[in-house]
Nanobody, 126 residues
Framework: QVQLVESGGGLVQAGGSLRLSCAAS????????MGWFRQAPGKEREFVAA????????YYADSVKGRFTISRDNAKNTVYLQMNSLKPEDTAVYYC???????????????????WGRGTLVTVSA
């Protein structure tokens, strides 16, 4: 059974840091692209960052470039999102997703992605 489980969300002050984790199981990992997405109240889900499991290639949304870092641990089958210099506008539910197509992860349509986690809430206070 393919499963993604996010953790690490919480409440943090502006300027602070959090690290999100996405534990994956049931995937042939080397074939997949992993992505982080977020959805704020009343807004559409948006792309945050992606990493290709096979070679570690990464890509970021402009809004998080230079502040967030996506990485993977092959031994733990886990993808991370290190979030620094957090801003109130980063407040959202953060989701992990997996798909075999780089383009779909980065550009969408996101509804077509193969696997989604249930999300973890990040709240950044001013």
């Amino acid at each position: 059974q393919v499963q993604l489980v996010e953790s690490g969300g919480g409440l943090v002050q502006a300027g602070g840091s959090l690290r999100l984790s996405c534990a994956a199981s049931g995937l042939f990992f080397s074939s997949y692209v992993m992505g982080w997405f977020r959805q704020a109240p009343g807004k559409e889900r948006e792309f945050v960052a992606a990493i290709r499991w096979s070679d570690g290639s990464t890509y970021y949304a402009d809004s998080v470039k230079g502040r967030f870092t996506i990485s993977r641990d092959n031994a733990k089958n886990t993808v991370y999102l290190q979030m620094n210099s957090l801003k109130p506008e980063d407040t959202a539910v953060y989701y992990c997703a997996a798909d075999r197509a780089w383009g779909t992860v980065v550009r969408g349509p996101y509804r077509d992605l193969e696997v989604w986690g249930r999300g973890t809430l990040v709240t950044v206070s001013a």
